[in-house]
């Protein structure tokens, strides 16, 4: 029997009229635009919500397009193309925040939370990290203490992707000190109009400028202990959940980046003569194609098989059945896998495209000096690849053997 991979024809439509927008309505609107200043892009963002792209795997009945991780995945992919720092407002909204109210959510917090962030009327957020815990997310200290129906929240949480403009962020806070990750930390829903919140400053950022990261307090902010989210002391379950998600939908993003590079040094190369001929007829540009080729195809490969896995291992989350440990991990893993290589080979294709452009490649402009500024970010967030990699080890030391 033939093995089957083949996009649905639904997400073939979707392709095909995503691609067709982000080219014909969104490029256009964001070219030199907003990256030096760092802003918010409301324009471009509007327009995609209108389009229904900011709830993309949610299915009809909260508002979303019901097009799963898959679907997820190619509007990663798409919106990459054209820009890197929309696709992580997009991830930050849909992968780590509206993605873990769907999946852990309780009936009625789907019904309040899920329809506005889907229409893009409400945008979302997710706030993990601190200033003593990147890597080591365990050792966060942002604290809720009960206190009758309600949590009274205190901490600073730092580089939160649309923090600034955020309406619905999900917080991982300390119920359990003694307890620490292992019980300790509870996911809450927060509505940043709340009594308490406060966005203290924005990152100025190397890459990704369209997408504006801040740093955000808590001070004595008051959440009804129904915006828990998930169970009490289960918020680290929650955050990695939607992580696992979110990494593989970034191999995606990464795909679709590398993709735009290589169409620009193929566009250059076809067009640029040096020594009497086009300098993709000399031999050494046209390996340097091939393999950029070459891995792109792979690792789009690699990226949606995992996300078939995403898919199912969610699937089983939000009908709230019991996932096998195995299965688990192995998602775990191979998410892991796909985000640490595709954005090392996004960084890489882009290097290589850089070298056929020569100096046109450097030059603002021709738009190339923008991927490289923005491709080596999926390196750190989301989890450096460095923690990616430890994951991924102790997998399969834990097995014993590699299993694919
Ligand atoms: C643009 C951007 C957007 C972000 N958006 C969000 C967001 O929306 N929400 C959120 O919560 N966070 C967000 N983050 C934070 C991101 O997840 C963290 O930056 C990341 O987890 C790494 O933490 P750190 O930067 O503190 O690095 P550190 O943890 O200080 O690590 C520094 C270096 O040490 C290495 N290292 C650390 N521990 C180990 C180890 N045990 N073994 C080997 N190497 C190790 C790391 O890999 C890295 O190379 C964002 C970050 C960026 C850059």
């Not at 990256?35 to 509007?46: A, M």
């Not at 720092?85 to 909204?93: F, K």
């Not at 852990?104 to 815990?133: H, K, S, V």
């Not at 067009?271 to 001929?277: I, L, T």
């Amino acid at each position: 029997m033939a093995l089957e991979f083949e996009f649905s024809d639904e997400h073939k439509l979707f392709r095909r009229t995503l691609r067709d927008f982000m080219d014909e309505e969104i490029r256009p609107m964001i070219d030199n635009r907003f990256y030096e200043s760092e802003e918010f892009p409301w324009e471009p963002v509007r327009a995609m919500s209108e389009q229904g792209l900011f709830g993309v795997p949610v299915p009809p009945e909260y508002g979303g397009a019901g097009l799963g991780e898959i679907g997820y995945g190619i509007l990663l992919e798409e919106v990459s193309r054209v820009d890197t720092g929309l696709a992580t407002i997009v991830g930050a909204h849909t992968g780590i925040c509206l993605a873990p109210i769907y999946l852990f959510g309780t009936e009625e917090q789907r019904e309040t939370y899920l329809p506005p962030l889907c229409r893009g009327e409400n945008i979302g957020a997710f706030a993990l990290t601190e200033p003593q815990a990147g890597s080591d997310a365990a050792n966060i200290r942002t604290r809720a203490e009960r206190d009758g129906d309600e949590y009274v929240i205190n901490g600073t949480k730092i580089y939160v992707s649309n923090g600034d403009v955020a309406d619905t962020i999900m917080v991982s806070a300390v119920t359990d000190p003694a307890l620490g990750a292992k019980g300790g930390v509870t996911a809450f829903i927060v509505d940043t109009d709340t009594d308490g919140f406060h966005v203290s400053s924005k990152e100025d950022k190397m890459g990704i400028r369209r997408s504006t990261t801040a740093q955000i307090e808590f001070e004595d902010l008051r959440v009804p202990a129904e915006n828990v989210l998930g169970n009490v002391g289960e918020g680290f379950i929650v955050a990695l959940t939607a992580l696992d998600g979110g990494r593989a939908t970034l191999a995606a993003g990464s795909c679709g980046g590398a993709q735009e590079a290589l169409n620009m040094a193929l566009e250059y190369a076809t067009a640029r003569e040096q020594f009497g001929k086009p300098i993709a007829h000399h031999q050494d540009v046209q390996f340097r194609l091939a393999e950029m080729s070459t891995e792109i195809t792979t690792m789009r490969y690699a990226t949606y098989h995992c996300l078939d896995y995403v898919e199912t291992y969610y699937e089983k989350v939000a009908a709230g059945e019991d996932v096998d440990k195995s299965f688990r991990e192995k998602v775990s893993r191979r998410s892991a896998q796909v985000k640490v290589q595709a954005s090392e080979m996004a960084a890489e294709v882009t290097e290589k495209a850089c070298t056929i452009m020569g100096a046109r490649g450097l030059q603002e402009g021709y738009n190339l000096e923008k991927g490289l500024r923005d491709a080596p970010i999926a390196e750190i967030y989301e989890g450096t690849n460095e923690i990616q990699r430890l994951v991924i080890g102790r997998e399969l030391v834990q097995r014993g053997r590699y299993e694919w």
